[in-house]
């Protein structure tokens, strides 16, 4: 049983940046790729990004390339999502979610483990 535990949320201005972090607990983190996934209010949880378990590909949404980064530390079991150019749009609580599957997916129903989530708000 893996246990995700996101932070770093908040309120940011338009334009302004944001670093999440997500700690990971309870396995074997360099067996999971690692995700993260956002819902807004009053609409359905989308992909945002994800990297492989080995940190060498990733793969984002078109609406944050450029913008956002994710990047991992297998050493200490830790998974980040560095967000600039934010827009209003972006706001969403963040969620951060472990896949055990063979292939790399940015699919909600591959995803084995969730985090409770993180709050982002950018102000216009």
């Known amino acids: 049983q893996v246990q995700l535990v996101e932070s770093g949320g908040g309120l940011v201005q338009a334009g302004g940046s944001l670093r999440l972090s997500c700690a990971a607990s309870?396995?074997?983190?360099?067996?999971?790729?690692m995700g993260w996934f956002r819902q807004a209010p009053g609409k359905e949880r989308e992909f945002v990004a994800v990297?492989?378990?080995?940190?060498?590909?990733?793969v984002y949404v078109d609406s944050v390339k450029g913008r956002f980064t994710i990047s991992r530390d297998n050493a200490k079991n830790m998974v980040y999502l560095q967000m600039n150019s934010l827009k209003p749009e972006d706001t969403a609580v963040y969620y951060c979610?472990?896949?055990?599957?063979?292939?790399?997916?940015?699919?909600?129903?591959?995803?084995?483990?969730w985090g409770k989530g993180t709050l982002v708000t950018v102000s216009s």
């Open positions: 990297i492989t378990r080995n940190g060498a590909s990733t």
């Open positions: 309870g396995g074997t983190f360099s067996n999971y790729h």
């Open positions: 979610a472990a896949a055990g599957r063979t292939t790399i997916s940015r699919f909600t129903n591959d995803m084995d483990y």
